[in-house]
């Protein structure tokens, strides 16, 4: 049974930073992504090596990925107000890097993420 799991997220005055995590079990994928609520925010390919960031994030936050592990992760500084919303883990089993929701075949529960100013 393929799950992936969120963790991480929390209330933060502006300016703090958090880091998000989503373990992922069941089968390996080949790219990932965080989306706020269904507004890409960050993907990652198989590796890690290739990203990309939505422009509001850029310089701000960082996706991540173990493999070991299975575990990627959203480094996410200098965090905003309007950066608040639900984060939603995602997994792709196509190979590349996508923007698009649909493109994601599964999706973790979502981890709240609320930062005041």
């Known amino acids: 049974q393929v799950q992936l799991v969120e963790s991480g997220g929390g209330s933060v005055q502006a300016g703090d930073s958090l880091r998000l995590s989503c373990a992922v079990s069941?089968?390996?994928?080949?790219?990932y992504a965080w989306f706020r609520q269904r507004e890409f925010v960050a993907s990652t390919s198989w590796g890690g090596?290739?990203?990309d960031y939505a422009d509001s994030v850029k310089g701000r936050f960082t996706i991540s990925r173990d493999n070991a592990s299975n575990t990627v992760y959203l480094q996410m500084n200098s965090l905003k107000p309007e950066d608040t919303g639900v984060y939603y883990c995602?997994?792709?089993?196509?190979?590349?890097?996508?923007?698009?929701?649909?493109?994601?075949?599964?999706w973790g529960q979502g981890t709240p993420v609320n930062v005041s100013s």
């Open positions: 090596a290739s990203t």
């Open positions: 069941g089968r390996s994928f080949n790219a």
């Open positions: 995602a997994a792709s089993r196509r190979m590349g890097r996508f923007t698009r929701v649909d493109l994601y075949d599964s």
